[in-house]
């Protein structure tokens, strides 16, 4: 998807469900919310959805009432397939979209003008909600591949992410750790990672990269279908990552998390946050917050996706940076001891 304009309608759009609080007109016009997340095979898109139905309480249906969710009073949210974290505050910024997905360091970057940012206007109107999960890097090759290391990828073609998207930053910065440059000692392919995964089924491509929470649906069905290993990355080679981008920490993909895994992977991962526009009034951001950290939306988390179970309120506040709150999001995380 190009960063254009956004409509009501706009494509991929995972419908937001049911809910609306008691006495409100069958008449009143629903608050559409648009929240910019990635493609369809990755983890935004899906933990995107929950959270679109999670807040959302349509004109006419019940809400915060038992046995319905805990939306907002009058809003559809839609969560929106886009290119991912680039895009997503780029279009916060236009007001194409009142929310989105992004990394932490695509977040900083873009506030403060710099990193990938760097000569271009700042993204002044994107505020922080919460953080949701770790992301981990995925270096995806075919089981039967005879690539074990970074050191076999010279010359080999790679899927590296969109080209407005985090993922492509983040494989970039690695592939430098490890001497690789794009054009030089391997081949820049800008695909996402449901294309990346396809051409490699079709052997028209070495190696997929990609900044994505664990299980993403393109990875599980590609190691199902056609087997995968993940390279590690550790040592040395991360800590060249995380010294030039500090928000980058260490992590592990368990061998659980895809089909045919023979160990645990060591890898790097960042911060995935929930952004949204500052022209969204407060008391909107507020009832989203509240609605994010409820009991109800807590079940459809744990049941939606593997990787909502990690959407937890303790770690809502991890990876903010520089950017600042929204003040219903600060409003709600004050109120409830969570920030002091």
């Not at 309608?9 to 008691?22: C, D, E, I, S, V």
């Not at 290993?229 to 895809?258: D, N």
């Not at 500052?278 to 951001?285: E, G, K, M, N």
Request: aromatic share 8%; glycine share 12%.
């Amino acid at each position: 998807m190009t960063d254009h304009r956004i409509t009501r309608r706009g494509l991929g759009l995972a419908a937001a469900g049911a809910a609306m609080a008691p006495g409100l007109s069958f008449a009143q016009a629903p608050q559409f919310f648009r929240i910019g997340t990635g493609s369809a095979g990755g983890t935004y898109y899906p933990i995107g959805g929950i959270i679109a139905n999670a807040i959302s309480c349509p004109p006419g249906a019940p809400c915060n009432v038992a046995g319905a969710t805990d939306g907002v009073p009058g809003m559809v949210a839609v969560a929106v397939a886009t290119q991912g974290s680039v895009q997503n505050v780029n279009l916060i910024q236009s007001g194409n979209a009142e929310a989105g997905f992004t990394q932490s360091d695509v977040a900083h970057w873009s506030f403060t003008g710099t990193g990938l940012f760097e000569g271009r206007p700042k993204v002044d109107r994107l505020r922080f909600v919460a953080h949701l999960f770790p992301e981990h890097i995925h270096a995806v090759v075919r089981r039967d591949s005879a690539i074990r290391g970074f050191s076999d990828l010279q010359g080999k073609r790679i899927a590296i992410g969109l080209q407005a998207s985090g993922a492509r930053i983040g494989a970039e910065m690695i592939l430098e750790a490890n001497g690789l440059r794009a054009g030089r000692e391997y081949t820049a392919e800008f695909l996402n990672q449901a294309q990346g995964t396809e051409r490699m089924q079709d052997r028209g491509l070495d190696a997929t990269f990609t900044v994505v929470g664990y299980p993403a649906a393109a990875f599980t069905e590609f190691c199902s279908r056609a087997g995968c290993r993940i390279l590690p990355i550790s040592g040395a080679e991360a800590q060249k990552v995380i010294e030039r981008a500090p928000f980058y920490g260490t992590g592990t993909i368990p061998r659980t998390a895809y089909e045919g895994l023979e160990a645990d992977v060591p890898t790097l991962t960042v911060g995935a946050v929930l952004a949204v526009r500052d022209s969204v009034p407060d008391a909107t951001v507020y009832a989203i917050t509240k609605a994010l950290w409820s009991d109800t939306t807590r079940g459809l988390l744990d049941r939606g996706h593997a990787k909502g179970r990690e959407i937890v309120k303790e770690g809502a506040l991890t990876g903010r940076g520089v950017v600042p709150f929204h003040p219903g999001a600060e409003r709600y995380y004050r109120e409830n001891n969570i920030l002091r």
